[in-house]
């Protein structure tokens, strides 16, 4: 669990090699101080000023805590991870700059269609195993490297920003896991949540690994197993609830079977910190086709794009502050 190679290393072009730009995709790859962009993206993304990357690559800031003392779960918990030094522009700088979604969808239940807000601000970037992005933005086979047929995702996947392929590499080298999505989640206020779910998708494999990072707001992170059987009571304790104060720069790693036997969710908070915005980074792995569609359709969606605006110290809609 070590970090030898530094950030620097990531953004910095190879000695030898001069920076290459492709100006036919539009795309600039990551290991220059070049903003990220992607025909995807609705406007391009900054790389992190110098000293915040500098002082990321000292992650982890804490040795983790091992959490799998009840039943079914296994979590690695590090109060920090991010370096104090980092943890607030960090924060900062990821509000300002990403691109977000408030994503809403209908569900069919029997005849009754509910009409579902997210209750909460969202963005994903990612591919999953059966593809990757070549170097100029284009996707392709995983295996054959050759361009995936164009009907192999309805959605249209969007790669990493170099400022969170940085975080993917440092938390990969930290965990000792791979990773090849990233979710964010922003909550603006106390009044945004998310409830209790777990991410035991079939397109995430048996036991997945989900790399969950905090900034911003403290917000208690809730965990609950799921309910057994009376019959099947096993010879042990009854597992209970667990509440973790998620501060800014904190990770939690959720691994082995906690995601079949585990809940988890922010609640709605009053009072301290209720007024202040927090995100949420998880980094995860998806192995087929499925996630892709699953994870863009529920965290972009094909609504409006809304950016930070710091006049207003809310997220607006980017059309609005655009003027278009
Ligand atoms: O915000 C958090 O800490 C949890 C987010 C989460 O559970 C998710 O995005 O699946
Ligand atoms: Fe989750």
Not at 170 to 191: H, I, M, P, Q
């Amino acid at each position: 669990m070590s970090n030898k190679r530094t950030l620097h290393d990531f953004f910095s072009p190879p000695a030898t090699k001069k920076i290459k730009v492709d100006t036919t995709t539009n795309l600039t790859t990551s290991t220059c101080d070049a903003a990220s962009t992607h025909e995807t993206y609705p406007f391009p993304v900054p790389q992190p000023p110098r000293e915040l990357l500098d002082f990321l690559s000292f992650a982890p800031a804490s040795e983790p805590r091992t959490m799998n003392d009840q039943l079914d779960l296994d979590l690695l918990y590090f109060p920090p991870y991010i370096p104090k030094e980092a943890e607030k522009d960090l924060f900062l700088f990821l509000r300002r700059e990403l691109f977000f979604y408030r994503v809403q969808y209908k569900i069919k239940r029997g005849a009754i269609e509910t009409q579902i807000n997210t209750p909460r601000y969202t963005t994903v970037f990612g591919v999953d195993e059966s593809s990757r992005f070549a170097s100029d933005g284009s996707l392709v086979d995983a295996q054959t490297n050759r361009s995936i047929p164009k009907d192999r995702y309805a959605c249209r996947p969007r790669p990493l920003p170099g400022c969170l392929d940085a975080l993917r590499q440092l938390t990969e080298s930290c965990t000792g896991e791979t990773f090849n999505f990233c979710l964010v989640n922003y909550y603006a206020s106390g009044n945004d949540s998310i409830s209790y779910h777990s991410d035991d998708e079939r397109f995430l494999g048996p036991e997945p690994a989900i790399a969950s990072i905090s900034l911003g707001a403290t917000r208690d992170f809730l965990m609950k197993h799921k309910p057994i059987p009376p019959s099947t009571i096993a010879p042990v304790a009854e597992p209970r609830p667990l509440k973790l104060p998620l501060a800014s720069g904190d990770m939690v790693l959720m691994r082995g079977h906690t995601q079949a036997n585990w809940l988890h969710s922010i609640p709605k908070r009053k009072g301290a910190q209720s007024d202040k915005g927090r995100i949420n980074i998880t980094f995860r792995k998806t192995m087929v086709r499925g996630g892709t569609e699953n994870y863009y359709r529920y965290n972009v969606g094909d609504g409006e794009v809304f950016k930070w605006n710091e006049g207003k110290r809310a997220m607006v809609p980017w059309a609005e502050v655009e003027g278009r």
